[in-house]
């Protein structure tokens, strides 16, 4: 399996800024994913984040949103831009192992946008 | 499309009752299975995976795949309280390293 962590694990940011989540797995993974989940919804994929370059996003989802990162196998960034209160919601680093195909989540972080 | 079905449930169960969780799937390509589990305001937690037909058994879950049918279920034997949750189905194609989401169940298992 992989341990991964998130920061901060919940934040109450004002509308009109930005927020920056960081995701780090204590192992090398092949592939590292950010979801969201609205309160009492499942999970919907925002993009698959690259190394090296950049991400791919679902439709619905752009880069000037949600910019990523990802500048090595155990790192990645999510920032949340211009947040509006329907950004509120939990964001999710997910990861899929280099040994494995299953994936794994990390601990979220929690967002709220006044 | 590809499209994952769950029933949201609520499902309750009595204390120490089969807890049966369902899930139908669109693509005959899938080939890769997998339940979780997600307590409220956490994050979801893989429980099992399961790739061939038939059953897969761990503790007090089994996976049960029927490809022919397109259905994975979930079974939980001697359900607790502790496993009042929701229970998310995945599925995989060949190749994909993106799984597709259902829903979720909720389950709620009451003494």
């Known amino acids: 399996s992989a341990v991964i962590s998130q920061k901060p694990s919940r934040d109450i940011c004002q509308r009109g800024t930005s927020l920056t989540i960081q995701c780090q797995v204590d192992?090398?993974?092949?592939?590292m994913f950010w979801y969201r989940q609205q309160p009492g919804q499942s999970l919907t994929l925002i993009a698959t984040?690259?190394?090296?370059?950049?991400?791919?996003?679902e439709s619905g989802f752009v880069i000037d949103k949600f910019p990523i990162s990802r500048p090595n196998l155990t790192f990645s960034t999510l920032t949340v831009s211009n947040m509006s209160p329907e950004d509120s919601s939990i964001y999710l680093c997910?990861?899929?192992?280099?040994?494995?195909?299953?994936?794994?989540f990390g601990p979220g972080t929690r967002l709220t946008v006044l | 499309q590809k499209e994952v079905e769950q029933n949201s449930g609520p499902l309750s169960v009595p204390e120490g009752a089969i807890a049966s969780l369902n899930c139908t799937y669109s693509d005959r390509g899938s080939q890769s299975f997998f339940w979780y589990r997600q307590y409220s305001g956490k994050s979801p937690e893989l429980i099992m995976s399961i790739y061939s037909n038939g059953d897969k058994e761990d503790g007090r879950f089994t996976a049960q795949l029927n490809k022919a049918s397109q259905y994975v279920s979930l079974l939980i034997r001697d359900s607790q309280p502790s496993d009042s949750a929701t229970y998310l189905c995945?599925?995989?194609?060949?190749?994909?390293?993106?799984?597709?989401f259902g829903r979720g169940t909720s389950l709620i298992v009451h003494p």
């Open positions: 997910s990861v899929v192992t280099t040994s494995t195909d299953t994936q794994y």
């Open positions: 995945a599925v995989k194609i060949g190749g994909s390293y993106i799984p597709t």
């Open positions: 192992s090398q993974v092949t592939m």
């Open positions: 984040a690259n190394q090296g370059s950049e991400a791919t996003y």
